[in-house]
């Protein structure tokens, strides 16, 4: 009998130890995982030289259940005598046996316990495949399955079960995630994983066309209650696309497999968003049909300051001198739009899948900012150019709006009970289109006008679209029973084009199209890409995945003002490896992986639209961005005792030619940014995600991450600017629940962030929380959820300094946040459990995709 002591150290926030006990050879740990005996009643199994091995199988599907608990029991009693827990193929091992009569029992959390009579010889005995049927329990019209826990650890991924966390209940998906493992959701939106941007983010395991630009923008459109959980994934295999230097992200909505006509409402009301959702499901034998609908609008104040000294601008006369700029914005935004899905499920046959899926997005807002602008030289009383640059007061009105969808086909054969064989063909088409506009009054603070009229007048219109073709097929053979080759190619097919235009007017009020600053650009992308992955045991305790991927790339872009196109062709050998060990305590794993990836970039970098609208604080993309190559070497260390797990992540990455932003200060004193293949970027971090249950009733999940990062660039340094920044950044995040008597639960979250280490500068430390009561009413049918979000904190101050050697800036913004919100929902429908057919999906996650600021352009 031995002990296990789990201290889970994550900052003060979780300062209290975990102690748990697990006695040698009860099964424990796992997800799933029932309550061990107690150490004072297990008996030690009798030693010999017996094996026995099975597979853990869902009765209906076939497919493995990964980590049942399978305990070995003596022909009579009850008392366990060993023990362990399946893998995520569903195998399971029992070794030093004594020849004799046993019984196997078989349970993990939904499905109906099963007792298998099993005898042991002397040497190995493969139990047939034990098959687990769905279990229910009935409270009135509706059907209440086991739940599952806040995070899951699995061996390739972590898991945020969203669904059982009160505080997302009318929030976004930018709200979900910032709760998720190793994952870090800044107030404006900007999305990291383990310090990296480069994060591709799938829904349902597929590409979406809602997040293929502005990803800050799409997760506001995206609400927390059609969530069911957020899968984090730091080393995929070489099956997914180069997903670079991050991982991959998943996005898991909610759908069931339930018989009958059946679905839910909802309906949430906040000081700062709002939102309203509608489900409707239903199935009957081979056939069963799916759809959602979401509506939802935000209200977002906002308050900026920038200030900024410019080196070398020039004046009137032709001096170089020093410019001091002051702005103050005062403005506030509003809007909302509406997505839903709809999806269609056929099996014409038990080896035969076919389905159909149909999502549309749609979204719209709208920005009134009031600018006050200053700007002074130490020497010389105006600065070149014209007056439109001096001092002045600005009244903007920005508009946005997006519409977009996905059409998803797919067809899956298998092959026989538990036969591990199967063949998916996928194809998908996705459109995005969205349109930005900005109208711009502006009134000279020196010479104004009588008669109140603007001196100076201007507006854009920038209509992009980005449609993607993709055709995959995926082949999995088994080789022998524990070996595995996977192997499949796809096939995608981008085209964006972007058309921007520029008129101004000054006061006299006659406008014109600027044609420097108007144009037409076509890009279009193709990618070929093959894979193939070998997994198998080494020994007994080992087990190796190797893979490789090849990609070639096809680039080519033009204006149509433009004579030459810009072209570019490439192919890419991408290998990925992962070594893991399976240890002596059941469920607990030792990892070691390196990978290459590929992240091109999207629209949102390449768009070469100049944005204006502030003509002192510029943003352009840059159409001759290349792909970007990463190295990623991780060792992660996960365990399970009872109903704890602490997962341990030390990782390193390389990338030598990165995107990075560039602020470029001209000689009239605006500054420029945009982007380029311009550093070498070196990361050494560690993760911890702990999760334990103090109380039968309390659990709390926490997550510390700290990374050093440097980042070179030796073409800025040539050209004089600033190219050089490191430092150590770090986060923390908890995550506490508890649950009361009659369907009441109480949930906290809070995070902390250190400041962001950018190539030219550094961004503020920031901090959130939230709290969120829960009531479960009508018989359990509906629930009614109150939160706050920040309620002791009128606002998160963001500050962003930036040092390019020529301009000294900091920029200061005030999200106001603070927020309560009211929510219910309501399941209706005559239920009956399914367990649902496992399902393959699209992954297109090469691309490196935008930050905060425009769906689709900088």
């Given at each position: 009998m031995k002990h296990t002591y789990l201290p889970l150290l994550l900052t003060s926030l979780l300062a209290t130890p975990a102690l748990a006990q697990a006695p040698t050879g009860v099964p424990a740990g796992a997800p799933g995982a029932t309550r061990s005996t107690p150490p004072s009643l297990v008996p030690v199994a009798p030693k010999g030289t017996g094996r026995l091995e099975g597979t853990v199988l869902d009765a209906t599907t076939k497919k493995p259940v990964e980590y049942a608990t399978v305990a070995l029991l003596p022909a009579t009693g009850e008392t366990p005598v060993d023990g362990t827990v399946a893998d995520d193929r569903g195998r399971f091992q029992l070794k030093g046996l004594a020849p004799g009569s046993y019984r196997l029992q078989i349970t993990f959390i939904g499905y109906a316990a099963q007792t298998v009579a099993v005898t042991v010889t002397d040497g190995s005995t493969t139990v047939p495949a034990v098959a687990l049927a769905s279990s229910t329990q009935k409270l009135g019209e509706v059907t209440v399955t086991g739940e599952r826990p806040v995070v899951?650890?699995?061996?390739?991924?972590?898991?945020?079960?969203?669904?059982?966390?009160?505080?997302?209940?009318?929030?976004?998906?930018?709200?979900?995630?910032?709760?998720?493992?190793?994952?870090?959701?800044?107030?404006?939106?900007?999305?990291?994983?383990?310090?990296?941007?480069?994060?591709?983010v799938l829904i349902n395991g597929k590409p979406s066309a809602v997040v293929s630009g502005d990803l800050a923008q799409a997760l506001k459109q995206l609400p927390a209650d059609q969530i069911k959980n957020v899968e984090v994934i730091t080393s995929?295999?070489?099956?997914?696309?180069?997903?670079?230097?991050?991982?991959?992200?998943?996005?898991?909505?909610?759908?069931?497999?339930?018989?009958?006509?059946?679905?839910?409402?909802?309906?949430?009301?906040g000081t700062r968003n709002s939102n309203g959702n509608l489900g409707l499901n239903a199935r009957k034998g081979k056939l069963s049909l799916s759809s959602a609908l979401n509506g939802w609008s935000f209200y977002a104040p906002g308050d900026q300051e920038v200030d900024r000294t410019d080196l070398n601008v020039r004046n009137k006369s032709g001096m170089l001198t020093t410019g001091f700029l002051r702005q103050r914005n005062d403005g506030f935004g509003m809007g909302g739009g509406g997505n839903g899905r709809i999806g269609l499920d056929y099996e014409p046959a038990p080896?035969?899948?076919?389905?159909?899926?149909?999502?549309?997005?749609?979204?719209?807002?709208?920005?009134?900012?009031?600018?006050?602008?200053?700007?002074?030289?130490?020497?010389?009383?105006?600065?070149?150019?014209?007056?439109?640059?001096?001092?002045?007061?600005?009244?903007?009105?920005?508009?946005?709006?997006?519409?977009?969808?996905?059409?998803?086909?797919?067809?899956?054969?298998?092959?026989?009970?538990?036969?591990?064989?199967?063949?998916?063909?996928?194809?998908?088409?996705?459109?995005n289109r969205n349109y930005r506009f900005y109208d711009v009054d502006q009134f000279s603070l020196v010479d104004a006008n009588a008669d109140g009229t603007p001196d100076f007048q201007e507006f854009s219109p920038n209509t992009a679209r980005n449609l993607e073709t993709t055709i995959q097929t995926d082949y999995v053979l088994p080789i022998k029973e524990k070996q595995t080759l996977e192997f499949g190619g796809k096939l995608i097919k981008r085209t964006v084009e972007s058309d921007y235009r520029v008129s101004r007017a000054e006061a006299d009020g006659i406008f014109a199209e600027e044609s420097t600053l108007t144009n037409v650009y076509n890009y279009n992308q193709d990618v070929q890409a093959g894979y193939a992955t070998y997994a198998t045991p080494l020994g007994k305790s080992y087990n190796v995945r190797l893979g490789a991927r090849v990609e070639r790339t096809e680039l080519q872009g033009n204006f149509q003002n433009q004579d030459k196109p810009f072209g570019l062709e490439f192919t890419n050998l991408l290998p990925n490896v992962a070594l893991t060990r399976n240890l002596k305590?059941?469920?607990?794993?030792?990892?070691?992986?390196?990978?290459?990836?590929?992240?091109?970039?999207?629209?949102?970098?390449?768009?070469p639209y100049r944005n204006e609208s502030d003509p002192r604080n510029i943003s352009v993309g840059n159409q001759e961005l290349r792909a970007e190559f990463t190295d990623n070497?991780?060792?992660?260390?996960?365990?399970?005792?009872?109903?704890?797990?602490?997962?341990?992540?030390?990782?390193?990455?390389?990338?030598?030619?990165?995107?990075?932003?560039?602020?470029?200060?001209?000689?009239?004193?605006?500054?420029?940014?945009?982007?380029?293949?311009?550093?070498?970027?070196?990361?050494?971090?560690?993760?911890?995600?702990?999760?334990?249950?103090?109380?039968?009733?309390?659990?709390?999940?926490?997550?510390?991450?700290?990374?050093?990062?440097?980042?070179?660039?030796?073409?800025?340094?040539?050209?004089?600017?600033?190219?050089?920044?490191?430092?150590?950044?770090?986060?923390?995040?908890?995550?506490?629940?508890?649950?009361?008597?009659?369907?009441?639960?109480?949930?906290?979250?809070?995070?902390?962030n250190s400041p962001r280490i950018q190539l030219q500068g550094k961004s503020s430390a920031w901090q959130m929380y939230s709290i969120g009561l829960r009531k479960e009413i009508l018989k359990g049918k509906g629930d009614f959820t109150l939160n706050a979000d920040n309620p002791f904190t009128r606002y998160v101050k963001l500050v962003n300094d930036f040092n390019n050697g020529f301009s000294d800036s900091r920029n200061t913004t005030f999200i106001y946040n603070r927020g309560v919100r009211a929510a219910f929902s309501y399941r209706f429908g005559k239920l009956e459990n399914k367990p649902q057919r496992p399902k393959r999906s699209i992954r297109n996650d090469d691309q490196k995709a935008g930050e905060s600021g425009g769906q689709g352009q900088p």
């Open positions: 899951e650890s699995k061996p390739d991924r972590l898991v945020y079960n969203a669904a059982q966390d009160a505080t997302n209940r009318g929030g976004t998906a930018a709200d979900v995630l910032r709760k998720a493992p190793m994952l870090s959701v800044d107030p404006d939106g900007n999305l990291q994983l383990n310090g990296s941007a480069n994060v591709r995929p295999s070489a099956k997914y696309d180069g997903e670079g230097s991050g991982g991959i992200v998943n996005i898991v909505l909610k759908e069931n497999n339930l018989q009958g006509i059946n679905g839910n409402v909802g309906l949430a009301v080896n035969h899948a076919l389905s159909l899926a149909l999502n549309g997005s749609l979204f719209r807002n709208r920005f009134d900012v009031d600018i006050d602008n200053t700007y002074r030289l130490a020497e010389g009383d105006q600065v070149a150019g014209t007056a439109r640059l001096g001092n002045y007061e600005r009244e903007t009105m920005q508009k946005f709006r997006t519409q977009s969808y996905d059409l998803t086909g797919t067809y899956t054969r298998t092959f026989g009970q538990g036969n591990r064989r199967e063949w998916t063909v996928l194809a998908q088409h996705s459109r305590q059941p469920g607990s794993t030792v990892r070691l992986s390196y990978s290459r990836r590929i992240q091109r970039p999207s629209i949102f970098y390449l768009n070497l991780e060792l992660n260390w996960n365990t399970f005792v009872k109903s704890s797990v602490l997962n341990v992540t030390l990782y390193t990455r390389q990338t030598n030619n990165a995107i990075e932003r560039i602020n470029k200060t001209e000689d009239d004193g605006r500054v420029v940014a945009t982007y380029g293949n311009v550093a070498r970027n070196q990361t050494y971090g560690l993760n911890l995600f702990g999760s334990f249950k103090p109380l039968p009733k309390w659990d709390i999940s926490g997550n510390v991450s700290t990374y050093y990062v440097y980042l070179f660039s030796q073409a800025l340094t040539d050209l004089g600017q600033r190219g050089k920044n490191s430092g150590v950044v770090y986060s923390a995040n908890i995550n506490s629940g508890y649950k009361f008597d009659k369907g009441l639960s109480l949930q906290f979250f809070g995070m902390l």
